[in-house]
């Protein structure tokens, strides 16, 4: 499902139930030590996908600790993301000198709790909400999905916070394919100075989006 919308340079894995058995690796252990029983399967899980997606880069398996702000810290030279939600783990991985940045993130496909669009939209992003007619896209949940990418995709850049309010987003829908599939393109456009660590500043990140299985699935690749 997520390879739809990743590009050639990146390798995803993804799994839609948890397999038994798995368990953390040694190095890892101490950072779920506390975590419930929940938890302890999404992170196993999401390490799981992205150890296999590492040796289909013809990278060492290696684990996966947690930097600064809980970002992943991926081996040399490897860049990648993860996500989990309900029924859902996936990791997408590349070579840094390939791929600059990988944000994913998985949701379901149903529309946001009351109450939450007004903390995670800007005011452009309401109006336009407001006008679409299409009601086969949870559209307000598609932009809580995409601004989640694009944190994770800004991140490891730039190593500073991104708000929801930091990032102004729009999306366009792919023609039809007659399946039970429906992906497109969304566009996010950086409100605040895009200075990264190394290499150019960013202005804007493009992005694709999936929905299927009743899962909304987006993904930002930064070449």
Same mark, same amino acid.
């Given at each position: 499902? !997520?390879?739809?919308?990743?590009?050639?340079?990146?390798?995803?894995?993804?799994?839609?139930?948890?397999?038994?058995?798995?368990?953390?690796?040694?190095?890892?252990?101490?950072?779920?030590?506390?975590?419930?029983?929940?938890?302890?399967?999404?992170?196993?899980?999401?390490?799981?996908?992205?150890?296999?997606?590492?040796?289909?880069?013809?990278?060492?398996?290696?684990?996966?600790?947690?930097?600064?702000?809980?970002?992943?810290?991926?081996?040399?030279?490897?860049?990648?993301?993860?996500?989990?939600?309900?029924?859902?783990?996936?990791?997408?991985?590349?070579?840094?000198?390939?791929?600059?940045? !990988?944000?994913?993130?998985?949701?379901?496909?149903?529309?946001?709790?009351?109450?939450?669009?007004?903390?995670?939209?800007?005011?452009?992003?309401?109006?336009?909400?407001?006008?679409?007619?299409?009601?086969?896209?949870?559209?307000?949940?598609?932009?809580?999905?995409?601004?989640?990418?694009?944190?994770?995709?800004?991140?490891?850049?730039?190593?500073?916070?991104?708000?929801?309010?930091?990032?102004?987003?729009?999306?366009?829908?792919?023609?039809?394919?007659?399946?039970?599939?429906?992906?497109?393109?969304?566009?996010?456009?950086?409100?605040?100075?895009?200075?990264?660590?190394?290499?150019?500043?960013?202005?804007?990140?493009?992005?694709?989006?999936?929905?299927?299985?009743?899962?909304?699935?987006?993904?930002?690749?930064?070449?």
């Amino acid at each position: 499902m !997520i390879e739809r919308i990743l590009p050639g340079v990146v390798v995803a894995e993804e799994l839609f139930e948890d397999p038994p058995g798995l368990t953390p690796h040694p190095r890892e252990e101490h950072l779920i030590a506390k975590a419930v029983e929940k938890r302890r399967r999404e992170f196993v899980s999401a390490r799981y996908c992205a150890r296999k997606a590492m040796t289909r880069l013809g990278v060492d398996q290696a684990p996966i600790l947690r930097g600064e702000m809980g970002s992943p810290q991926w081996p040399s030279g490897v860049v990648g993301s993860l996500t989990h939600t309900d029924g859902y783990r996936a990791a997408a991985l590349g070579h840094a000198l390939a791929v600059r940045s !990988i944000g994913i993130d998985a949701e379901p496909h149903e529309a946001l709790p009351d109450g939450v669009l007004d903390a995670v939209s800007i005011e452009q992003e309401r109006s336009w909400l407001s006008t679409v007619q299409d009601g086969a896209v949870h559209w307000d949940k598609l932009l809580f999905c995409a601004k989640e990418a694009t944190y994770k995709a800004w991140f490891p850049l730039t190593g500073r916070w991104l708000g929801f309010e930091d990032a102004h987003i729009t999306f366009a829908k792919d023609a039809p394919t007659g399946a039970e599939v429906i992906t497109g393109t969304f566009h996010t456009d950086l409100l605040v100075p895009g200075n990264t660590t190394t290499g150019p500043p960013l202005s804007s990140f493009d992005g694709r989006w999936v929905v299927a299985r009743g899962l909304v699935v987006t993904a930002i690749t930064v070449i």
